[in-house]
């Protein structure tokens, strides 16, 4: 099956950009989405469609798909963009499934 | 506003069933495909099973196919998730979790609830 490959973490300090892959074979044609997880929290989508942003989500994060890597992109980070980001997709190869990245926790040094 | 509330979580015996429910308030919930995701202690999410908004399509996970069962009714803004033969590996919160666009299932999931917890002992 289909798999999503995310680094388990990232650190960045304030104010720099945080970069988080997504791998897969093939990436590229599939739409990927991002969610953002706050302890304790529920998952908030931050990125629909590769690079769409729902309401209310700031224009500093953003997202990109091409070959075999989606990354979502967080410029002048901040302490509240501390979290686990977890990329998501639709497979339907050999059957309907919604995939999941093992997430990557964003520490903000 | 738009919200989804999970309810129905505990403690239960391995080897047990147990429902769990998703009330939807604020939008037409009958418009929506809505999914189960769950996430088990320190872990990431998994996503567990979709139901289309008109009930016609119904998929699980791989893994879960025939212990679990998810079924809605729209009169009462509610989503079940029907879970038997409960083991170990089954402890999580439990989210329910609304498709982005009416009437389809792959577009993203842009409204979760708080989750409900699953703890299954032996």
């Known amino acids: 099956s289909y798999v999503l490959t995310q680094p388990p973490s990232v650190s960045v300090a304030p104010g720099q950009t945080a970069n988080i892959t997504c791998g897969g074979p093939?990436?590229?044609?599939?739409?990927v989405h991002w969610y953002q997880q706050r302890p304790g929290q529920a998952p908030v989508l931050v990125i629909y469609?590769?690079?769409a942003r729902p309401t209310g989500i700031p224009e500093r994060i953003s997202g990109s798909n091409s070959g075999n890597t989606a990354t979502l992109t967080i410029t002048r980070v901040e302490a509240g963009d501390e979290a686990d980001y977890f990329c998501?997709?639709?497979?339907?190869?050999?059957?309907?499934?919604?995939?999941f990245g093992g997430g990557t926790k964003l520490t903000v040094l | 506003q738009e919200q989804l509330v999970e309810s129905g979580g505990g403690v239960v015996q391995s080897g047990r069933s147990l429902r769990l429910n998703c009330e939807a308030s604020?939008?037409?919930?009958?418009?929506?495909?809505m999914h189960w995701v769950r996430q088990a202690p320190g872990k990431g999410l998994e996503w567990v099973a979709v139901?289309?908004?008109?009930?016609?399509?119904?998929f699980y996970a791989e893994s879960l196919k025939g212990r679990f069962t998810i079924s809605r009714d729209d009169a009462k803004k509610t989503l079940f998730l029907e879970m038997n033969s409960l083991r170990g590996e089954d402890t999580a919160v439990y989210f329910c979790?609304?498709?982005?666009?009416?009437?389809?299932?792959?577009?993203?999931?842009?409204?979760w609830g708080r989750g409900t917890r699953v703890t299954v002992s032996s």
């Open positions: 469609d590769d690079f």
């Open positions: 139901m289309s908004y008109d009930g016609s399509k119904k």
């Open positions: 979790a609304r498709n982005r666009l009416r009437g389809r299932l792959v577009d993203g999931f842009d409204l």
């Open positions: 998501q997709v639709w497979d339907n190869h050999i059957d309907q499934s919604w995939l």
């Open positions: 093939g990436i590229e044609t599939k739409s």
């Open positions: 604020g939008f037409s919930f009958e418009s929506y495909g």
